[in-house]
């Protein structure tokens, strides 16, 4: 069955550093990824998507992926993390396509400390 | 955003009794989808629908029905709600072709 991992429940980064969000996947086939982020008390915010091509794919508030096949992964990144991208970030699978129901990671909490 | 509404956006009822949450769509989407986020094990799906009329069981289905009579609605009822069911429940929409979920703002349910 697919599943997502995402090996770190929580994270604290200094602001103005570099982060790294980890979400390792199970799938048999190519599959189409995402990342999510949370807000205290909001829904879920689409960061960015990878579906085919370039494995580098970017997404909005300066957010990036990568997709590594070799590795079964799809890290999040971003150069300069700011306060105010203290959330929870979500790493999701298409379970099936037909119907593009997903399936998420546990999330990861990201506290940035001033 | 996308046009996604859900209501109530908070909710606290008894055990045993009947729960009905409600998500609504402006955008005309085809797929609608019902998941629980609970700490710890991220949002799990329950149900979703393809169409009017049209709907699957997800990963955590027993406990709860759905129904779709419209495009824009997908209802989610508890018939008879447990502490268990106590969560934050999402709404969210997908179009044909795009494999890509929008989500409504959650809906907040505490059952005592």
């Known amino acids: 069955a697919q599943s997502v991992t995402q090996p770190d429940i929580h994270i604290t980064v200094s602001e103005g550093a570099s982060l790294e969000l980890r979400c390792n996947y199970s799938?048999?086939?190519?599959?189409?990824l995402f990342w999510y982020v949370q807000s205290p008390g909001q829904g879920l915010q689409l960061l960015l998507k990878?579906?085919?091509?370039?494995?580098l794919v970017q997404g909005i508030k300066g957010f990036e992926a990568e997709f590594k096949r070799s590795q079964s992964s799809f890290n999040l990144r971003k150069p300069s993390v700011h306060w105010s991208d203290a959330a929870e970030y979500f790493c999701?699978?298409?379970?099936?396509?037909?119907?593009?129901?997903?399936?998420f990671g546990k999330g990861t909490m990201l506290l940035v400390s001033p | 955003d996308a046009g996604i509404t859900q209501s109530p956006r908070h909710k606290v009822t008894e055990t045993g009794t009947p729960v009905t949450l409600r998500c609504h769509q402006t955008?005309?989407?085809?797929?609608m989808y019902w998941y629980r986020q609970d700490p710890g094990h991220g949002l799990r799906l329950i149900h979703y629908?393809?169409?009017?009329?049209?709907?699957d069981k997800g990963e955590v289905s027993d406990g709860y029905s759905v129904s779709r009579s419209k495009t824009e609605d997908f209802l989610l009822t508890l018939e008879s709600a447990t502490s268990s069911q106590t969560s934050v429940y999402f709404c969210?929409?997908?179009?044909?072709?795009?494999?890509?979920?929008?989500f409504g703002p959650g809906t907040r349910l505490t059952v005592l």
């Open positions: 955008e005309n989407h085809r797929y």
């Open positions: 999701a699978v298409v379970l099936n396509s037909g119907y593009s129901t997903l399936t």
């Open positions: 629908s393809y169409g009017v009329k049209d709907t």
């Open positions: 990878y579906f085919s091509g370039d494995t």
């Open positions: 969210a929409i997908s179009d044909i072709g795009t494999d890509t979920q929008y």
């Open positions: 799938y048999g086939a190519t599959p189409y």
